[in-house]
């Protein structure tokens, strides 16, 4: 039985392990220290940019804050009194109606209280910022882990590590692919392949594919010397929350050699001294065939070089065939293989 060699548009991927990482990170901890008086999210739930997630006891620095714009209202006063005094002798001192020493006293007053006034400001915003520190609420929107403290507890500033946030949608997937690939992801990279395109598939950790295409991101800045291999990035959405910080996928890129193919299916092929061979029919008579294989898309196998369209071959009981040999023709045909 022979079968019609015939080209087709093929499509197939390059398969790589990857790592699923958030955009965006961060491990939460207090400003300030004090005793978590709250905590106001649901662990491993999703938050909202801004909103409130722990509390720390707010009444000290309440006081310290309240404290301080009593001060600058203070400062501002003296600042008023000192003005004035300078003023008055300073027309006096144009009467010469005073000594000089009581307007340079009145000036140098009058800078102290300007310097006392911007000291008591200083104080009064680090005060705010010790308040508002106090109230802890997420930077951006995102999963959040498990809370390590409890209500409670005392958190030291800078070093009580409270949870961690990430960003669930969109994510990331990492890979990590050979130098000789660079050029072909620096194009993909120059023709801005959308979330729209096939070009990037991920294979979740059961072995189903997951339903979105996913658009190249970023190119690490540098090859690694020592495995020449450099991280790219590939972004995807994630409104379902399928993807997961850390998880293990298979990332599928397309192919650069995709395209229209020669496609014949595997069992007409031999292999021979590490040689792909096919038997040509050619006026009935069979000629071994050298062929260049391509990928192997299952039952079929795309042939890069040494056939052509309509070229005839040997399909079945190739052990009966030789060089040379006289055969009858009888056309076979079979479904297409596809993309």
């Known amino acids: 039985m022979t079968y019609t060699a015939r080209s087709e548009n093929v499509v197939f991927y390059n398969t790589y392990p990857a790592t699923v990482a958030a955009l965006n990170e961060v491990a939460l901890h207090s400003e300030v220290n004090g005793y978590l008086t709250g905590v106001y999210f649901r662990e491993g739930g999703h938050v909202n940019k801004g909103q409130k997630l722990y509390e720390i006891d707010r009444r000290k620095y309440q006081a310290a804050w309240d404290a301080a714009k009593a001060n600058v209202g203070i400062a501002g006063s003296n600042l008023e009194k000192a003005q004035r005094d300078a003023d008055r002798y300073q027309k006096l001192d144009e009467q010469n109606a005073?000594?000089?020493?009581?307007?340079?006293?009145?000036?140098?007053?009058?800078?102290?209280?300007?310097?006392?006034?911007?000291?008591?400001?200083?104080?009064?915003?680090?005060?705010?910022?010790?308040?508002?520190?106090?109230?802890?609420?997420?930077?951006?929107?995102?999963?959040?882990?498990?809370?390590?403290?409890?209500?409670?507890?005392?958190?030291?500033?800078?070093?009580?590590?409270?949870?961690?946030?990430?960003?669930?949608?969109?994510?990331?997937?990492?890979?990590?692919?050979?130098?000789?690939?660079?050029?072909?992801?620096?194009?993909?990279?120059?023709?801005?392949?959308?979330?729209?395109?096939?070009?990037?598939?991920?294979?979740?950790?059961?072995?189903?594919?997951?339903?979105?295409?996913?658009?190249?991101?970023?190119?690490?800045?540098?090859?690694?010397?020592?495995?020449?291999?450099?991280?790219?990035?590939?972004?995807?959405?994630?409104?379902?929350?399928?993807?997961?910080?850390?998880?293990?996928?298979?990332?599928?890129?397309?192919?650069?050699?995709?395209?229209?193919?020669?496609?014949?299916?595997?069992?007409?092929?031999?292999?021979?001294?590490?040689?792909?061979?096919?038997?040509?029919?050619?006026?009935?008579?069979?000629?071994?065939?050298?062929?260049?294989?391509?990928?192997n898309l299952g039952e079929y196998l795309v042939v890069e070089d040494g056939l052509t369209d309509g070229d005839t071959i040997v399909l079945d009981g190739l052990q009966n065939v030789r060089q040379g040999s006289i055969v009858s023709v009888e056309a076979h045909t079979e479904a297409k293989a596809g993309s």
Do not use: C, W
Request: aromatic letters at 8%; zero cysteines.
């Open 98 to 295: 005073i000594a000089g020493q009581i307007l340079d006293d009145a000036r140098t007053a009058l800078e102290n209280a300007k310097m006392q006034l911007k000291l008591a400001e200083a104080n009064l915003l680090n005060a705010e910022t010790d308040y508002n520190y106090s109230l802890i609420t997420a930077p951006f929107s995102g999963l959040i882990g498990f809370s390590n403290v409890k209500p409670g507890a005392f958190v030291a500033a800078g070093q009580t590590l409270l949870t961690t946030l990430s960003s669930d949608d969109p994510v990331g997937v990492d890979f990590n692919i050979g130098q000789e690939s660079l050029p072909y992801f620096l194009k993909l990279q120059q023709d801005k392949i959308t979330e729209e395109d096939s070009t990037f598939k991920v294979m979740l950790p059961d072995n189903s594919e997951y339903e979105h295409f996913g658009r190249l991101s970023v190119i690490d800045r540098a090859i690694d010397p020592f495995t020449g291999t450099i991280r790219i990035r590939v972004v995807f959405r994630n409104s379902g929350g399928n993807l997961r910080p850390g998880m293990n996928s298979k990332i599928m890129v397309m192919d650069e050699n995709s395209g229209r193919h020669v496609v014949i299916p595997v069992r007409a092929t031999v292999e021979q001294m590490s040689e792909n061979l096919v038997y040509l029919v050619e006026d009935n008579k069979v000629s071994q065939r050298k062929i260049i294989p391509g990928p």
